[in-house]
């Protein structure tokens, strides 16, 4: 909303009597009402998070698409006696909204009760934090207005007593430079000015300290050389307009940059009013923003990982190889809330928040612009991503009451990055809806931060060995069934008590998956008994479990780097018991789980990965023989996956919020089935996912449970169907 300069003015002169005569306290209310304003006309387009220091709140205010690769420090007004951070918040809302970049808002400790240097301490300190969090002082740009531009310069002159970097550039807006009121238009302009007075002014300087000369306090009487370029804006009928005007004409006579805006007829601190004749002003401060900040960023692209150059190959009008993990809060989601800190958390993620594209001889990924839209969860678990869909965005965030979901196509990450953006997404959402602080730790990573190299690297291609292993293999037992006509994802999850399963799982001297892998593997075989009578005639069971490298090879990125084990057990060679079938799996995988034999593995992948004759075939060729090698060994070699995140780990602070965190696989594209695990404050989650209508290896995993004596709760998405299918007649 903008003001005509004429019914402003009328306003202030209005008030003008009161806000020369009020009480502190009273001024300091008036001023935090009109932050609270301000901040509420402009925070559908902006996020926040608080940072608390040891003497005073500050605030991080963001533009859902900030146009700059920078950040400004903006000090407030108030005559360093009002001016708390509802107030400092509203002014560095309008900021960030109008200039699109980053600000970051202390609310500095006031006089009487901390008089000076108490500010300027707050403002080093705040600065310092920039400087600590990675910000170059390039990327630092200063902006304050009335006292906090008078604070500007005090802060620059500190800097380089101290030997600090100085910022790039200062936006100095009606600045107190000189508190002693020396310049002629204190006097000239005492009528014209409806915004202050001379009286007001000596008040607050005489509670702020007695030290009016002292260049800390009145930067016009520093000496001013080796101050960063700096653009001075002033009403031409304001009493302080001698403080800009002669600030101006110093810095340039010790050889600084400056230039001067007077805007004649206007008053004090014109600049925050929003006038609609000042629109030529707030386009010079946009242009002066971009002459001393450096040019934006550009998108990021990245080349797919070694693991994730089949999918694109492999995936059908039918099919789709994406996962979701979901975790579910105490409280419904607020959605415009989650929105904003998507907003937020996308920019730490480039290698997440992106689009699939298509070179001549590889896919790739381009990052976007800014955070898809979050979708209402109305229809089933991993609703079918179509390739138009990923080649706009790759991910998705769904809510459902209390329930959030993020769905990725697995070319982006695999289970372990996707936990960790989660967990960050989480974290930033509830730091926006209750002003709590949820630190850096426990896959949580900071939103403020900038991304590193090592989080996208593909690391497949960084720890390739010289030893390849051979990728021959049988051909595993498959499950069949009548396929759902409409495409429509089964999903049943079985809600398991941690510490019974594990007490079962020791007995047998297993780990928890590999006696969930056990007992999967027991209800395939009677499925198969069931199916096949002739014992020799009958295939391998084979469960594919996913393996996180990270830790193996010291990686921190967040983008797939898991492999695959097969354990595996025979039919055709006789009955198995149950502790055979968990010996079996164990020794299988303590075989097959070391650093060489894994390295040995991907190796294999990526030098037909990096071989000159698939280098320079197009990527139609490519596409052909890709989904060729799938179809032939990509899933036939397993009859299903089962991927076990294992137990989740937050921060303390939000373990309150959450009460359940799920993990789903997409199902296999030529076998119905695919499972998946994860568990959270002592319950087990078992998730099967199938695109065919009979609940056959449910029911056989249930009854090998219930044999063994244990319970599980069973929920299933048959509501859900029922609700699609009404909404789709």
Same mark, same amino acid.
Not at 201 to 212: D, G, I, Q, V
Not at 272 to 282: I, P, T, V
Not at 379 to 394: F, H, N, S, T, W
Not at 426 to 431: G, Q, R, S
């Given at each position: 909303?903008?003001?005509?300069?004429?019914? *402003? $003015?009328?306003?202030? #002169?209005?008030?003008?009597? =009161? %806000? /020369?005569?009020?009480?502190?306290? @009273? *001024? $300091?209310?008036?001023? #935090?009402?009109?932050?609270? =304003? %301000? /901040?509420?006309?402009?925070?559908? @387009?902006?996020?926040?998070?608080?940072?608390?220091?040891?003497?005073?709140?500050?605030?991080?205010?963001?533009?859902?698409?900030?146009?700059?690769?920078?950040?400004?420090?903006?000090?407030?007004?108030?005559?360093?006696?009002?001016?708390?951070?509802?107030?400092?918040?509203?002014?560095?809302?309008?900021?960030?909204?109008?200039?699109?970049?980053?600000?970051?808002?202390?609310?500095?400790?006031?006089?009487?009760?901390?008089?000076?240097?108490?500010?300027?301490?707050?403002?080093?300190?705040?600065?310092?934090?920039?400087?600590?969090?990675?910000?170059?002082?390039?990327?630092?740009?200063?902006?304050?207005?009335?006292?906090?531009?008078?604070?500007?310069?005090?802060?620059?002159?500190?800097?380089?007593?101290?030997?600090?970097?100085?910022?790039?550039?200062?936006?100095?807006?009606?600045?107190?430079?000189?508190?002693?009121?020396?310049?002629?238009?204190?006097?000239?302009?005492?009528?014209?000015?409806?915004?202050?007075?001379?009286?007001?002014?000596?008040?607050?300087?005489?509670?702020?300290?007695?030290?009016?000369?002292?260049?800390?306090?009145?930067?016009?009487?520093?000496?001013?050389?080796?101050?960063?370029?700096?653009?001075?804006?002033?009403?031409?009928?304001?009493?302080?307009?001698?403080?800009?005007?002669?600030?101006?004409?110093?810095?340039?006579?010790?050889?600084?940059?400056?230039?001067?805006?007077?805007?004649?007829?206007?008053?004090?601190?014109?600049?925050?009013?929003?006038?609609?004749?000042?629109?030529?002003?707030?386009?010079?401060?946009?242009?002066?923003?971009?002459?001393?900040?450096?040019?934006?960023?550009?998108?990021?692209?990245?080349?797919?990982?070694?693991?994730?150059?089949?999918?694109?190959?492999?995936?059908?009008?039918?099919?789709?190889?994406?996962?979701?993990?979901?975790?579910?809060?105490?409280?419904?989601?607020?959605?415009?809330?989650?929105?904003?800190?998507?907003?937020?958390?996308?920019?730490?993620?480039?290698?997440?928040?992106?689009?699939?594209?298509?070179?001549?001889?590889?896919?790739?990924?381009?990052?976007?612009?800014?955070?898809?839209?979050?979708?209402?969860?109305?229809?089933?678990?991993?609703?079918?991503?179509?390739?138009?869909?990923?080649?706009?965005?790759?991910?998705?965030?769904?809510?459902?009451?209390?329930?959030?979901?993020?769905?990725?196509?697995?070319?982006?990450?695999?289970?372990?990055?996707?936990?960790?953006?989660?967990?960050?997404?989480?974290?930033?959402?509830?730091?926006?809806?209750?002003?709590?602080?949820?630190?850096?730790?426990?896959?949580?990573?900071?939103?403020?931060?900038?991304?590193?190299?090592?989080?996208?690297?593909?690391?497949?291609?960084?720890?390739?060995?010289?030893?390849?292993?051979?990728?021959?293999?049988?051909?595993?037992?498959?499950?069949?069934?009548?396929?759902?006509?409409?495409?429509?994802?089964?999903?049943?999850?079985?809600?398991?008590?941690?510490?019974?399963?594990?007490?079962?799982?020791?007995?047998?001297?297993?780990?928890?998956?590999?006696?969930?892998?056990?007992?999967?593997?027991?209800?395939?075989?009677?499925?198969?008994?069931?199916?096949?009578?002739?014992?020799?005639?009958?295939?391998?069971?084979?469960?594919?479990?996913?393996?996180?490298?990270?830790?193996?090879?010291?990686?921190?990125?967040?983008?797939?780097?898991?492999?695959?084990?097969?354990?595996?057990?025979?039919?055709?060679?006789?009955?198995?018991?149950?502790?055979?079938?968990?010996?079996?799996?164990?020794?299988?995988?303590?075989?097959?789980?070391?650093?060489?034999?894994?390295?040995?593995?991907?190796?294999?992948?990526?030098?037909?990965?990096?071989?000159?004759?698939?280098?320079?075939?197009?990527?139609?060729?490519?596409?052909?023989?890709?989904?060729?090698?799938?179809?032939?060994?990509?899933?036939?070699?397993?009859?299903?996956?089962?991927?076990?995140?294992?137990?989740?780990?937050?921060?303390?602070?939000?373990?309150?919020?959450?009460?359940?965190?799920?993990?789903?696989?997409?199902?296999?594209?030529?076998?119905?089935?695919?499972?998946?695990?994860?568990?959270?404050?002592?319950?087990?989650?078992?998730?099967?996912?199938?695109?065919?209508?009979?609940?056959?290896?449910?029911?056989?995993?249930?009854?090998?449970?219930?044999?063994?004596?244990?319970?599980?709760?069973?929920?299933?998405?048959?509501?859900?169907?029922?609700?699609?299918?009404?909404?789709?007649?």
């Amino acid at each position: 909303m903008t003001l005509s300069a004429k019914f *402003a $003015r009328k306003q202030l #002169e209005r008030f003008k009597p =009161l %806000m /020369t005569e009020s009480a502190i306290e @009273t *001024a $300091r209310r008036g001023q #935090e009402k009109l932050g609270e =304003l %301000m /901040t509420m006309t402009c925070k559908k @387009t902006l996020s926040y998070a608080s940072v608390s220091f040891e003497n005073f709140e500050s605030a991080w205010v963001m533009p859902k698409d900030d146009t700059r690769d920078g950040v400004m420090l903006y000090l407030h007004g108030g005559g360093y006696c009002c001016g708390d951070i509802s107030y400092t918040k509203g002014v560095a809302s309008m900021l960030a909204s109008r200039f699109g970049i980053r600000v970051f808002a202390p609310a500095y400790r006031l006089a009487p009760e901390h008089r000076f240097p108490a500010p300027l301490e707050d403002a080093l300190t705040a600065y310092r934090y920039l400087l600590e969090n990675g910000y170059e002082r390039t990327n630092i740009v200063l902006c304050g207005e009335s006292a906090g531009g008078g604070l500007l310069y005090a802060l620059c002159l500190k800097l380089r007593e101290l030997g600090l970097p100085m910022p790039c550039g200062i936006v100095a807006i009606s600045p107190w430079s000189d508190l002693t009121a020396s310049g002629e238009s204190y006097q000239k302009n005492k009528e014209n000015d409806p915004s202050i007075t001379f009286e007001r002014l000596n008040f607050y300087a005489t509670l702020y300290t007695s030290e009016r000369e002292n260049p800390l306090v009145s930067p016009l009487f520093g000496e001013l050389h080796g101050i960063p370029r700096s653009l001075i804006i002033v009403g031409g009928d304001e009493v302080m307009l001698d403080d800009a005007r002669l600030l101006h004409e110093k810095l340039l006579s010790y050889g600084s940059e400056s230039e001067l805006i007077v805007a004649e007829g206007l008053w004090h601190a014109y600049i925050l009013y929003n006038l609609r004749e000042c629109a030529e002003d707030y386009d010079r401060i946009n242009a002066f923003l971009t002459e001393v900040l450096p040019r934006p960023r550009k998108l990021r692209w990245m080349r797919l990982d070694n693991a994730a150059k089949i999918y694109p190959a492999a995936r059908r009008r039918t099919w789709t190889n994406v996962f979701r993990l979901s975790a579910t809060l105490t409280e419904p989601i607020d959605i415009e809330i989650l929105q904003n800190a998507l907003d937020v958390t996308v920019r730490r993620f480039p290698s997440m928040a992106v689009r699939l594209c298509s070179g001549v001889f590889w896919y790739y990924l381009e990052e976007l612009s800014e955070a898809p839209g979050i979708c209402e969860d109305i229809g089933y678990p991993l609703e079918q991503m179509k390739g138009r869909d990923i080649r706009k965005c790759a991910l998705r965030v769904l809510v459902y009451q209390k329930r959030i979901a993020v769905e990725l196509f697995h070319s982006i990450t695999d289970g372990n990055g996707g936990l960790v953006f989660l967990k960050t997404l989480i974290a930033e959402y509830l730091e926006q809806l209750y002003g709590i602080e949820i630190p850096a730790e426990k896959g949580v990573l900071d939103r403020r931060e900038e991304p590193e190299e090592a989080e996208m690297e593909d690391s497949f291609l960084k720890h390739r060995g010289d030893v390849a292993l051979s990728r021959k293999d049988t051909d595993a037992y498959r499950i069949v069934g009548e396929k759902e006509p409409d495409g429509f994802l089964n999903n049943i999850a079985f809600l398991l008590p941690v510490d019974i399963i594990h007490k079962e799982a020791k007995k047998y001297g297993v780990s928890i998956t590999a006696f969930l892998t056990a007992v999967l593997m027991q209800a395939i075989m009677e499925i198969q008994e069931k199916h096949v009578p002739k014992i020799h005639k009958r295939k391998p069971v084979k469960v594919l479990l996913p393996v996180n490298l990270r830790k193996m090879f010291g990686s921190r990125t967040l983008r797939n780097f898991v492999l695959y084990m097969t354990p595996f057990v025979d039919p055709a060679m006789g009955e198995y018991t149950f502790e055979e079938i968990c010996r079996t799996v164990y020794f299988q995988m303590g075989m097959e789980l070391t650093e060489k034999r894994m390295r040995a593995k991907f190796t294999a992948n990526v030098n037909s990965e990096i071989s000159p004759i698939i280098k320079i075939m197009p990527l139609f060729i490519k596409n052909v023989v890709m989904k060729m090698v799938f179809n032939a060994v990509g899933e036939r070699k397993s009859t299903l996956t089962l991927s076990n995140l294992g137990a989740v780990d937050i921060p303390d602070a939000m373990k309150p919020y959450i009460t359940r965190f799920d993990f789903i696989l997409s199902p296999q594209s030529t076998a119905p089935y695919n499972c998946s695990a994860i568990s959270y404050n002592g319950t087990l989650v078992f998730n099967f996912i199938r695109n065919t209508k009979e609940p056959e290896l449910e029911a056989a995993f249930h009854s090998v449970l219930k044999r063994m004596g244990i319970t599980a709760k069973v929920e299933s998405n048959m509501q859900t169907r029922a609700d699609t299918l009404r909404h789709a007649q």
